[in-house]
């Protein structure tokens, strides 16, 4: 079964810097897509970025909130998908969550939260 | 983006009662594969969503067939019959056909 599992998380000030991992097992983590989708509290979901596979040359995608400051790379030796978030705002504060396969498989979340 | 717009927002139901709930999009999510990229998550109550129904109305592996999803091009429909007590949470409709991906804003699933 598809598992993913994030760490990483905690408190940072505004324009700080905080790297998260999501770590992959269960498929073939070299073939699939990934993902990063975040949840603010009481709110819904948003998508953040995406990363596709080495043959589509690891294309990334962000979100326009998100873009010029987050980075998602990916590590196949190690089945391991990250997010590099810099400049973080109060609105970052969220829950983040790895995906893959067409949100069809999530990881349990890992929380970010960013006050002064 | 493509807005995706749920309704209603939130839904009281008796264990055993059917409900639908309606997701329109504010443009087609035919891919030019000729595929619909439209998704239903369920997100329990403290937990991360799971995907219930993938291209409009295919079910995950151990998704009962209380759950069915229908429609095409803007308007979708995921039904659930004869609810049960772990049906309930916020369901999300998503949209992976155009860049940027999108959500609905959710349907809260509470018990009458």
């Known amino acids: 079964a598809v598992q993913l599992v994030e760490s990483g998380g905690g408190l940072v000030q505004p324009k700080e810097s905080l790297k998260i991992s999501c770590a992959a097992s269960g498929f073939t983590f070299s073939n699939a897509a990934m993902y990063w989708v975040r949840q603010a509290p009481g709110k819904g979901l948003e998508w953040v970025a995406r990363?596709?596979?080495?043959?589509?040359?690891?294309?990334?995608y962000y979100a326009d909130s998100v873009k010029g400051r987050f980075t998602i790379s990916r590590d196949d030796s190690k089945s391991m998908v990250y997010l590099q978030m810099d400049n973080l705002k109060t609105e970052d504060t969220a829950m983040y969550y790895c995906?893959?396969?067409?949100?069809?498989?999530w990881g349990q979340g890992v929380m970010v939260t960013v006050s002064s | 983006d493509v807005v995706m717009t749920q309704t209603p927002p939130s839904l009281s139901v008796a264990i055993g009662q059917s409900v639908s709930i309606s997701c329109k999009s504010s443009q087609s999510l035919v891919y030019s594969d000729g595929k619909t990229y439209l998704h239903w998550l369920l997100q329990s109550s403290g937990r991360s969503p799971k995907r219930l129904i993938y291209q409009v109305s295919n079910l995950d592996s151990g998704v009962p067939d209380r759950f069915s999803g229908t429609g095409s091009q803007k308007d979708f429909t995921l039904k659930i019959s004869r609810v049960e007590a772990k049906d309930l949470g916020v369901y999300y409709c998503?949209?992976?056909?155009?860049?940027?991906?999108?959500f609905g804003g959710g349907t809260k699933l509470e018990l009458k």
């Open positions: 990363i596709r596979t080495k043959p589509n040359n690891y294309a990334t």
């Open positions: 995906t893959a396969g067409g949100f069809g498989g």
């Open positions: 998503a949209q992976t056909t155009h860049f940027p991906w999108t």
